[in-house]
């Protein structure tokens, strides 16, 4: 079986822990699966050789300004079938499921053209070649750009699963389908993954780990995007003030890196950086933190998943919506939150009795949400054998 992996990549954290998490579950149950991607500047080849990955064959060509691409697939379905997997290559037409973990890509934000690259373009054809496509959970919507509803509307009368993972997300996507019976409401499935912690890591020197975000000044106004930046500020400087040692986690980019650089320029006492390429370490040092405060979603689930007492900024509703998932509204922070707001919500993750009752609520939500992801997985499988 030959499965297409899309939506997912190597630089964000996020979206190679989904890589990570899907490749792990589907090989426990299909252990001769072969999987392939698409070589992309955040996909390269040289990772998928790493990650026992296949190659689909794209060309770029830039001409007098024009980007050209062209599927060149034809010249390795030319070549014996052994010598392509030889080479590491797979064809279009060796492929028998294609899954779709994109974490957030089909919205009025990215657009139409993004849904027809991703899926909406292919789905059709796939469908009539006997491809199973299926959408696994993502956050989805809104849609009110009419080009990209009738993406949308292709998307959903074609894909053989859809998973929206949160409640606004389904609706988003249910309102406007050609057809419902094939869309399901089910949790992020990274919860099902677990992290390594690394070796270099001393969690007597890293204690409250604080995952920045550059979309929180990105998708903000500048009044918003500097509250943002102020409000890391006060956070480390209340939690060295109740004798903890926080510590940047970069999740992603460069630009989540300058925005610890910028942070540590205005603290009294800078803190530690940390540069994980990883995910599963990742995961793993946020497991092995006594508290964590993240503006990433993936950082978000593996507080949640692992029980690890968090505090959340968002700028989409899916933050607000997996903290729902998990019984815990009162972890979102809100960027213009006054002091004595900032200080209550930072005493219930570090402070007795109030640290250990999260820990057991966590437990006890994430026992349930990952019986869900479990349920999805199951539905999976089963459309993908039938």
Known sequence: MVIELRGVEFVNKGAELMLHAIIDKVRQEFPDAIFVMEATARAPRNKHLENNIYSKSWLNLQRKRKKVTFDKSFIYNLLPAGKRRNARYISEKEIDVVLDGSGFAFGDQWGAKKAGTRLADQVRAWTAQGKKVIMLPQALGPFTDPELVAKMKTITQYADLIFARDKISHDYITTLATKTD?????PDFTNLIKGAVPANFKPENSEVAIIPNSKMIETADKKDGQAYMTLLQRLITMIQKAGKKPFFLIHESQSDGQIADNTNMALEKKIPIIHEDNPLYVKGIIGASQAVITSRFHGLVSCLSQAVPCLSTGWSHKYEMLLQDYDYPEALLDVHSDDET?????????????????????????????????????????????
């Not at 094939?182 to 089910?186: E, Q, V």
């Open 342 to 386: 900032l200080q209550q919500k930072i005493d219930i993750i570090l402070q007795e009795p109030s640290r250990s009752q999260i820990t057991k609520k966590l437990k006890k939500e994430g026992k349930k949400q990952k019986q869900l992801s479990e349920a999805m997985w199951q539905e999976v499988f089963n459309k993908i054998r039938g």
């Open 182 to 186: 094939n869309i399901r409401l089910k």
